[in-house]
């Protein structure tokens, strides 16, 4: 059963400090997506990739987010200096998207960030 | 640009109940529609999907949703609900072939009364 998977699943870190995230496509899924969700704002898309070049990252805070995909099986997400308001769940979810075809997101477990 | 409707934040029903989340979107053409569902603690996992032909579309755990599109409506049933179906259910939508992004609903959750 493939899924997406995403660690650390917890993380307690102090503000300036740096965090980074990971997440492990599913073998073969084209399209890598970030997301943050919380209480107030819901679930918003941070970035994504498809064939691992970035297309749209227009929902990261650009001054201290970046996020990169070294490879077809790693994504990362990382934040630098890390603040309090960056407390949330952050999901990765994969799909795949072929011209004409049909598509849908898979949604891995999620990291629950604490900054304190 | 197209977005997603949930009019309803919170819904209690008492198990054994029929259930029935609402979902409007707003785009020109026929999109493609999706429920996820999230329990506490989880990822969001794929409920079911429309993407053409019937408009009545089955899904997991027995649900069912239906696109009316006179009404730009995607709403999603079940005949009766089980204690495990209290969770948060997101709508969305996606249009093929114009970018990849899916744009999700505020989500509704769900409370069942035994």
């Known amino acids: 059963d493939a899924r997406v998977t995403q660690t650390p699943r917890h993380k307690v870190t102090e503000m300036g400090q740096e965090v980074t995230m990971r997440c492990q496509p599913i073998?073969?899924?084209?399209?890598v997506f970030w997301y943050r969700q919380t209480m107030m704002q819901g679930l918003e898309l941070l970035a994504y990739?498809?064939?691992?070049?970035?297309?749209?990252d227009s929902g990261m805070p650009k001054d201290r987010f970046s996020a990169e995909m070294p490879d077809a099986t790693l994504a990362t997400l990382k934040i630098q200096p890390s603040e309090p308001r960056d407390s949330a769940v952050y999901f990765c979810a994969s799909g795949l998207v072929l011209s004409g075809s049909n598509y849908e997101q898979y949604f891995g477990p999620g990291t629950r960030l604490t900054v304190t | 640009a197209q977005s997603v409707t949930q009019p309803d934040i919170h819904i209690t029903v008492s198990e054994g109940a029929s259930l029935e989340l609402r979902c409007n979107y707003s785009y020109g053409a026929t999109p493609y529609l999706f429920w996820y569902v999230q329990s506490p603690g989880q990822g969001l996992q794929l409920l079911l999907k429309?993407?053409?032909?019937?408009?009545l579309v089955q899904g997991i755990k027995g649900f069912e949703a239906e696109f009316k599109r006179s009404q730009s409506s995607f709403n999603l049933r079940k005949p009766s609900v089980h204690w495990s179906d209290a969770a948060e259910y997101f709508c969305a939508v996606g249009v093929m072939n114009r970018d990849d992004k899916i744009i999700f609903g505020k989500g509704t959750r769900l409370h069942i009364l035994p």
């Open positions: 073998l073969g899924h084209n399209t």
């Open positions: 429309y993407f053409s032909g019937d408009t």
């Open positions: 990739f498809r064939n691992r070049a970035p297309l749209d």
